[in-house]
């Protein structure tokens, strides 16, 4: 528990040893270092970054700043970040004029995006902080906004877990007739659909136990199997089990996490937040961003995919010169130019998974596909006809259109991307499952498998929740913000100095510490103020106030009981100390239930009075002892300024 | 400066059972209109769209409602927002729209006759979210309170843990009797704010238990009941002095924190004006009415060497 100071009988009353003075120097230097960003403004920037882990090479990088060279327009400073063998992938350029920025946004993406098929790069428009270079490298950062203090738009998005499970129970009654029929001789049974899984019921006994033990060997390690009767049949549960259940919830929020990322790396926006929330919703936050009916089209907006095959016939050169036969379309893939049918074979409705894994024989990393019933089917007519050609995979995603319109980059539109994202051969007929090969790398393979399946929609999402956060509104709030908490701290320091004379003094002065310190630590911990967060320090601040009270209470006390000066201030502060534990502990309890339990602003409300509690403790019994003691300790004092 | 420059000697005790009564009452009136009028849940809660919109002059109110009419939509109140050109559409889940879209359209509506409509504010909340947030929020009371009252408990004594409780409960219950019963919007903000009051108000009843505990010790002679009195009056002038801090914060965030945080801010000030009253007048009567006495708070055995360990 807490334990009183600990006696220091070889220093004279109320004198700190030298090396609590440097501790709590260091302690404050640091916070002081660490807060310091926050007081720098930011630049208008343009950010620059690869999708798909694409790079920026070198070329390319000397390529814009050509662009921007001739068309007059002159960086501040450009940073790499994220340095690799072929390039970097994330350039930050920062600019003195947001005009500058616009032009130099718009020359950048004409030269890495110069035509609509290949759309690699991400080009955004954002606000670096301009700190200084040296304390950048320090790890010194400023404070992150939210969206209620810098505009943008809040969406919550809820996974429709039903769709995906639905998908899954379908496949589990081919898998289960499948099971049966490959039985010999094969097994006859009803099947029909229950929760989460498959009732099956058979003729006689030992129908349904061979079917047991055929299906417990197939599907055992995704399957709870319970063998029952019902009105005089031998019947069989196959529920998915929770392992598989969980998967599949995983699944389906991964994979609309990765489609969302890739929509909103498509809108152009400065740092972004994709996040997971719960078991099955996802936070999309895009700051910057204000038109909300544009922003849920392209997050709303639903990839396909469709398997069409590759016009083999066909002169590419000649397409290339524009010469295009007509029903095929030209597309540049990472395996050069091929000509690809516009009829769609099979339709991406119909793959039910996508999975990256090993060949058992050549252990060489493959991508498992598989199909539903229908889809399978096709998939036969279609291979049976084509051995020896190419399969080509297509991903349709609509991409946004961005015009500038008076000196701001405002989304107009969206139109419909269609890119090639493989074309293997097809090496023989194959039905509902096959697999991809074709000396890939493990990465690789993971990375098509996600394509695959971002086209196939596992589990549809909808929106539950939306904040759109006008730009002025933020700057109001922001305003409103700081306002409030100057006018909320100069009026406790007034009262204070006037009430506690040279003693409310230390206590304002451990007070603009406690401030600094709450500054820097958030800053540190990269943790986002919001408004509800300058609400909790305003507040952190009228009851910092507390622990000062409660000990200077106490020494007026002593000194009404008759104790000598020195005595009493020794007395009011080690008296108070476990009260200002106790007092500040059950609060932190409060703080961490809030942290815990709420979401969004009440979380940003918790984290800044959980901040403000470690750290008033801190300033409210070191930094104000430290002071008093090097004002009265070590002489006589024959009066206390209290 | 002092406000109680010499030692005060008031019998709070003396109030206890006008005290009671009183809180009783309220308690009585909280509930009672929690139950028949309940509370003016914000968006956060009842789920719904809202739209706030700027305009370039004076808003047309009447003329709002004939364009939301126009369109299909049921329900909305439009009220100016601070200033005569903002205003403020609510509206609840529509049947006939699709509710990801109603701002949406109700901006486009707005804007059709051509004049300058900024959108400021836009929000849409789920009928899921508002019934999760409710069971959320009673969760993370209930959670806070057992939480304290364990602390408590082992830091103190179970007699000092369930008045500390009691004097909780009777802080929330007339918070959000007072919002019920002035109408004013409960939103998520105020939720947090219940939270920060449970805090606070602890802090205050645990500052006059940390002196009752002391002075049990110190004052050999005295009854229960002047121990408790003059702890009370002990800590009197630091219980106003947080209040006042407190409440100067508070006022500044009232009065210049805007309208997000408004609702938050008069949470916060009912709650530490009832916090304050609670800590003298509820949470040590209640002590003392469960029989609380010196022998419960000897402190344990201590080891030898004179060093304080962790209880187990």
Request: proline share 4%; charged share 20%.
């Amino acid at each position: 528990m807490f334990v009183n100071q600990p006696n220091q009988q070889q220093l004279p009353i109320n004198t700190y040893p030298k090396w609590k003075y440097v501790l709590i120097i260091v302690v404050l230097a640091l916070a002081f270092l660490y807060a310091a960003p926050n007081i720098f403004g930011k630049d208008p920037a343009v950010q620059i970054s690869g999708l798909r882990d694409t790079m920026v090479t070198q070329q390319q990088l000397d390529q814009i700043q050509k662009a921007w060279a001739d068309e007059g327009v002159t960086p501040l400073s450009i940073d790499l970040a994220t340095i690799g063998e072929q390039g970097v992938n994330k350039v930050i350029a920062r600019f003195s004029k947001p005009a500058e920025q616009l032009k130099a946004r718009e020359l950048a993406n004409d030269v890495l995006n110069p035509t609509l098929e290949n759309q690699n790069y991400v080009t955004a428009l954002n606000l670096a902080p301009s700190t200084p270079r040296w304390l950048a490298n320090l790890g010194g950062e400023p404070m992150k906004l939210g969206l209620d203090l810098r505009g943008g738009i809040h969406f919550l998005m809820q996974v429709d877990m039903d769709q995906a499970l639905k998908r899954q129970q379908d496949q589990l009654r081919r898998d289960f007739i499948d099971t049966l029929t490959e039985q010999n001789p094969s097994i006859r049974g009803r099947v029909e659909p229950i929760e989460n899984g498959m009732l099956l019921s058979f003729r006689n006994q030992e129908d349904a136990e061979r079917a047991y033990e055929a299906l417990f060997k197939a599907h055992a390690d995704r399957i709870d199997l319970q063998l029952s009767e019902k009105g005089g049949r031998p019947i069989i549960r196959g529920t998915l089990n929770k392992q598989k259940l969980q998967e599949i919830k995983d699944h389906a929020i991964d994979q609309n996490r990765v489609i969302l990322s890739s929509r909103v790396n498509s809108l152009g926006v400065a740092e972004p937040l994709i996040q997971r929330q719960g078991a099955d919703r996802i936070v999309v936050q895009l700051p910057g961003v204000q038109d909300s009916a544009l922003a849920k089209q392209i997050l709303g907006a639903t990839a396909s995919l469709e398997f069409r095959l590759v016009n083999e016939e066909a002169d590419v050169v000649g397409a290339q010169n524009g010469r295009i036969p007509p029903g095929n379309k030209l597309f540049d893939t990472e395996y050069g130019p091929i000509l690809v049918y516009d009829e769609v074979e099979v339709s991406g409705d119909h793959l039910t998974n996508a999975t990256a894994t090993y060949d058992p024989q050549t252990n060489e990393p493959i991508v498992s596909v598989r199909l539903d019933g229908e889809g399978g089917s096709k998939m036969t007519r279609t291979t049976a006809a084509n051995v020896n050609k190419r399969l080509a995979m297509i991903l349709k995603e609509s991409r946004p259109i961005f015009d500038i319109v008076d000196g701001k980059r405002v989304l107009v539109g969206s139109e419909l991307e269609e890119r090639v994202i493989s074309a293997p051969n097809i090496n023989g007929t194959f039905g509902s499952r096959f697999t991809i090969t074709g000396r890939f790398t493990e990465p690789e393979t993971r990375d098509l498998a996600r394509k695959l399946r971002s086209g196939a929609l596992i589990a549809p999402t909808f929106i539950v929740e939306e904040r759109t956060i006008g730009a002025t509104l933020g700057e109001e709030n922001i305003q409103k913000g700081i306002t409030s908490v100057i006018i909320g701290f100069s009026l406790v320091l007034a009262f204070m100095l006037v009430y506690y004379k040279l003693f409310g003094l230390v206590a304002n002065v451990a007070l603009s510490l406690n401030l600094v310190m709450i500054v820097c630590v958030m800053s540190l911990m990269g943790a986002t103020l919001t408004l509800p967060g300058i609400a909790g320090i305003v507040l952190t601040v009228g009851m910092a106030v507390d622990a000062n009270v409660l000990i200077f209470e106490r020494i007026r006390e002593e000194l009404r009981a008759g104790a000598r000066p020195a005595q009493a201030i020794d007395k009011g502060y080690g008296h108070a100390l476990s009260t200002i534990a106790d007092a500040n502990i059950t609060t932190a309890i409060a703080a961490i239930i809030l942290f815990a339990i709420g979401t969004g602003p009440v979380k940003g409300f918790a984290i800044t009075l959980f901040i403000g509690i470690l750290t008033s403790m801190f300033t409210a019994i070191f930094v104000s002892r430290g002071i008093v003691n090097l004002m009265y300790g070590g002489r006589t004092v024959k009066k206390l300024s209290i | 400066m002092q406000i109680l420059n010499k030692e005060t000697n008031i019998d709070f005790l003396k109030l206890r059972k006008l005290a009671l009564a009183l809180s009783v009452l309220l308690i009585i009136g909280s509930l009672t209109s929690f139950f028949t009028k309940g509370l003016n849940y914000g968006l956060d809660f009842t789920g719904g769209t809202l739209i706030e919109v700027g305009y370039e002059q004076d808003a047309d109110i009447p003329k709002i409602h004939e364009q939301l009419d126009g369109i299909g939509i049921e329900g909305a109140i439009v009220q100016n927002f601070g200033s005569a050109s903002i205003v403020q559409i609510r509206m609840p889940q529509q049947d006939h729209i699709e509710n990801a879209v109603v701002g949406d359209e109700v901006l486009a509506a707005l804007r059709a006759d051509g004049l300058t409509v900024i959108k400021r504010d836009q929000s849409f909340v789920g009928p899921v979210i508002g019934e999760e947030l409710k069971e959320m929020g009673g969760l993370a009371m209930l959670v806070a309170l057992i939480c304290i009252m364990i602390y408590v408990a082992l830091r103190f004594e179970w007699k000092f843990s369930v008045g500390s409780v009691i004097a909780l409960a009777h802080d929330v219950i007339l918070i959000i009797g007072f919002f019920s019963i002035t109408e004013v919007e409960f939103d998520l903000t105020v939720l947090a704010a219940l939270l920060a009051i449970i805090g606070y108000s602890l802090n205050d009843t645990i500052v006059v238990f940390d002196r009752i505990r002391e002075n049990f010790l110190r004052m050999r002679k005295g009854s229960s009941e002047e121990v408790v009195n003059t702890s009370l009056n002990q800590t009197l002038s630091r219980t106003l002095m947080t209040s006042i801090t407190t409440m100067l914060v508070l006022l500044a965030l009232f009065f210049y924190g805007g309208q997000t945080i408004h609702s938050f801010a008069e949470a916060l000030i009912v709650g530490v004006l009832v916090g304050t009253y609670s800590s003298i007048y509820v949470a040590s009567p209640m002590a003392l009415l469960l029989g609380v006495k010196k022998e419960d708070l000897m402190p344990p055995e201590v080891e030898k060497e004179g060093e304080e360990f962790d209880t187990p």
